[in-house]
């Protein structure tokens, strides 16, 4: 069965601090891993990624795909008491039709 | 321009009947996908369709269904709810199948269903 896991569940940082946060998957005919930011209702896009070992980066953001171990990587530099909100993982797969496949996210609340 | 924009906002239901959930794209955007969120869990892909043609299905039971309008609008339909539809169901445009990376998905602020 197809699986995004993300971790950690939730985190606290104090502002200025780094994060990683962390997405596996394992799913049949992957076509790209991509993630999102989630404040009240509608997730916004912040990066595509389709190719291993190629850094994605905006801002203080940037995110890194490893195909050959299954995972992607968020960073998140410097962080700012607007960066608090869910961080979602998805992947994309092709299986006849496309699916999209979501974790269960990454709740950061980052504290003044 | 506007984004995609979902109605309504707000509905509540009892279980049992039916709801309607409608979706408008961003303009230009050929495909819309749906997605439902129950609280605390990240969004659980239903549908995508593509040129008024479904191209994607979730593993959701046949209660769900969904259609594309000529202008690209959407509709999902839910039918004999039961309370573990409640949730927030978010309705996502795209240019085309969303699988490149110059063509992403873009969410509309979703529609928050209530089933008693």
């Known amino acids: 069965e197809d699986k995004v896991v993300q971790s950690p569940l939730s985190l606290v940082v104090h502002e200025g601090d780094t994060v990683t946060l962390n997405c596996s998957y394992e799913?049949?005919?992957?076509?790209?891993l991509l993630w999102y930011k989630q404040e009240k209702k509608a997730p916004t896009f912040l990066f595509m990624l389709?190719?291993?070992?190629i850094e994605k980066k905006s801002g203080r953001l940037s995110s890194i795909l490893d195909k050959k171990e299954l995972f992607s990587i968020l960073n998140i530099t410097a962080t700012q008491t607007g960066d608090s909100a869910v961080y979602l993982c998805?992947?994309?797969?092709?299986?006849?039709?496309?699916?999209?496949?979501f974790g269960t996210g990454t709740r950061l609340k980052v504290l003044a | 321009d506007a984004g995609v924009t979902q109605s309504p906002t707000h509905l509540i239901k009892t279980r049992g009947q039916q709801v309607t959930l409608r979706c408008s794209p961003i303009?230009?955007?050929?495909?819309v996908s749906w997605y439902q969120q129950v609280l605390g869990q990240g969004p659980q892909f239903i549908f995508q369709?593509?040129?008024?043609?479904?191209?994607g299905r979730g593993n959701f039971p046949d209660r769900f269904s969904a259609r594309q309008f000529p202008n690209y609008s959407s509709e999902l339909n839910v039918n004999a709810l039961l309370l573990g539809d409640s949730a927030l169901y978010l309705c996502?445009?795209?240019?085309?199948?969303?699988?490149?990376?110059?063509?992403?998905?873009?969410f509309g602020p979703g529609t928050r269903l209530t089933v008693l």
């Open positions: 996502a445009s795209s240019l085309g199948l969303a699988d490149t990376s110059t063509d992403t998905q873009y």
């Open positions: 799913v049949t005919n992957f076509r790209s």
């Open positions: 369709y593509y040129e008024k043609e479904e191209r």
């Open positions: 303009s230009g955007h050929k495909s």
């Open positions: 389709t190719s291993s070992g």
């Open positions: 998805a992947v994309v797969a092709l299986s006849g039709t496309y699916k999209y496949i």
